[in-house]
């Protein structure tokens, strides 16, 4: 049994790989929006079909979604998770042997079904192996992932894209996780369960879990949230472009600053929920009060419609990003503190299905509306509300946060 140092070793290694598989799990769903003007012109997309096949990749993983809490419950975090970047990694390499769009939107099923493992897995990894006061912390850091995924692929991929070909981003890319695989192989033999009792079987029940008050806090709470996200890491390149005329060399800047942000939105709320409970709050009003703070931040996004240039804009945006981040990882903390062990998996997986569903909304929308003159107005009407809905929702659902184990 590994104790001491070595434990803690083992816990550290934990933490650092599943940030960079997080990492290349969204390197890997950002590419086809960067690449969106070079593919609309390879296969005729209009702004309807290019929605329609966001939804598309949201219906493949909503549908994997509903047997993934089981994969990773069943098999447990280290089998799972290495299967999963295995068969996303072929996935993505096999973009580029695509030949017509059919070919192409299989291969994005196939990797978006694969990387709807990552969630679940790393919330599940967080509450079986670390104690209650490194999760927030341990999720926090892996959350920043995302962000560092999003920062260097506008820096990365337009400029190998226009060197070698937009196939080329897809080959790299997707050859990353391979090397992540050996790493991951060897780095974790040695974790040892924070509750080393065994699970109820009674608890991985799926009946169970829609009867628990606490699995609809975390499902409702993805809802009202992860649609702003989806929306805007799959449409703000467009934004860009269309609001401000950039071309495709030309937006990284401001993504990069718009993720810089998100990155460090997730790094505080992993360290201001401890801070909160070593001055003597309680878990719950530390968790709602670090919710609360993101879901006030959010609130100025609609001014980056209005703003003078791409820069203000951009700030906006990743003013919106940071809090985003930060209320996303009270959420992942929060699941990991009150959902037993062994269907921790299963309630991210299910919060993700509702999640997936209002991005796969959210998607239409902006397709629509765009299509349609409307412009980008109602979903960041939508984005600056979500996250004080969410919050009332919690509060509603669960007046007492209380940790199902520590």
Known sequence: MATG???????????GLLFVGTALNYVDRQVLALLKPTLEAEFGWTNQEFAHFGSAVNISTIVALL??????DRFGVRVAYGVAVGVWSLAGMGHAAAASVGQFVAARSILAVAESVNTPAAVKAAATYLPLKERSFGLGLINTAPNIGAILTPLLIPPLALAFGWKSAFI?????GFVWLAF?????????PVDAAPPSRLDAKWGVLLKDRR?????????????VWWFLLFWTP?????????????????????FTMAALGALTSGALFPRLLDRGLSVNRARKASMLFYAVLILPIPLALQADNQWTAALLIGLALFAHQGFSTNIFGMAADIVPQARVASVMAAGAVAGNLTGLGMNELTGWSLDN????????AIAASG???????????LPVIRPAHA
């Open 5 to 15: 140092d070595e434990g803690t070793g083992s816990r550290r290694w934990l933490v």
């Open 67 to 72: 047997f993934v809490g089981w994969f990773v």
């Open 373 to 380: 003159g409307v412009g980008y107005w109602p979903m960041f």
């Open 238 to 258: 467009d934004l860009f472009g269309r609001v401000f005329g950039l071309s495709q060399a030309e937006i990284g800047a401001p993504i990069a600053i718009i």
């Open 387 to 397: 996250y004080l809905a969410a919050l009332l929702w919690v509060h509603l659902v």
């Open 215 to 227: 699995s609809w806090a975390v499902i409702g709470a993805k809802a009202l949230t992860d649609c």
């Open 184 to 192: 991951w192989y060897f780095g974790t033999k040695r974790l040892v």
């Open 172 to 176: 790299v890319t997707g050859a990353l």
